[in-house]
């Protein structure tokens, strides 16, 4: 069983658009809940980590984060081009060991 | 502050090869990761350091790939014999004790002939 798992893509909006990711964990212990974003070529970089539950807003990304139901979200408002790229869910469990799992990743294609 | 630092960007070599990746993590950071990102997928965990000791390498297959992380500061990770299979980029990443947050490197891009 897979241990984080995204919604299939690829997903396609258009400009202006909210485009919302999903991703579920396995780990209840799961501690810290994280998303990437990559571009094509390009290594992940961080746009949102959440801790607790419920939303954390940070400019044009919401996080939302659910863990009775072990279900984290990510919703970006006002889409634009630039934000085409793979967004992946990593979840941190492993207790002192901080281990980070990555999902498979969700392509995001927003159109002009 | 500089970022986490690899070596060789791009490697291109022939099946049953060797090759070794160079990682240098951001000063200060304690725990260092060695990610194997296959085209399509996300970055799967081959081995942890905590310092210079392994934490976690239940991913790593061990007939060919060997790492290690002398001094606990940067960690170099080594394949031989190499397989078509391993083509992949290689990204070193290094974690921040406050956030949890990792901070990756510009990978390694491997190309196994």
């Known amino acids: 069983q897979k241990e984080v798992e995204q919604n299939s893509g690829p997903l396609s909006v258009p400009e202006g658009a909210i485009a919302s990711l999903n991703c579920t964990y396995s780990d209840r212990g799961s501690q810290s809940f994280f998303w990437y974003r990559q571009y094509s070529g390009k290594s992940p970089e961080l746009i949102m980590s959440i801790y607790s539950n419920g939303d954390k807003e940070d400019g044009r990304f919401t996080a939302q984060l659910n863990k009775a139901s072990q279900y984290v979200s990510l919703l970006i408002r006002d889409s634009q081009p630039s934000d085409s790229a793979t967004y992946l869910c990593?979840?941190?469990?492993?207790?002192?060991?901080?281990?980070?799992?990555f999902g498979k990743g969700t392509l995001l294609t927003v159109n002009p | 502050e500089a970022g986490v630092a690899q070596s060789p960007r791009y490697k291109i070599i022939e099946k049953r090869q060797s090759v070794a990746f160079w990682c240098n993590p951001i000063s200060g950071h304690a725990t260092l990761y060695w990610y194997q990102q296959i085209l399509g997928q996300g970055p799967k965990l081959l081995i942890q350091f905590q310092n210079n000791g392994v934490v976690d390498d239940s991913q790593l297959p061990k007939d060919r790939f060997s790492a290690e992380r002398l001094k606990g500061v940067d960690s170099t990770l080594k394949i031989q014999p190499a397989k078509l299979e391993d083509s992949a980029v290689y990204l070193c990443a290094s974690r921040t004790r406050v956030t949890g947050e990792l901070f990756f490197g510009e990978g390694s891009r491997l190309t196994v002939l």
């Open positions: 990593a979840v941190l469990s492993g207790g002192s060991n901080y281990k980070l799992t």
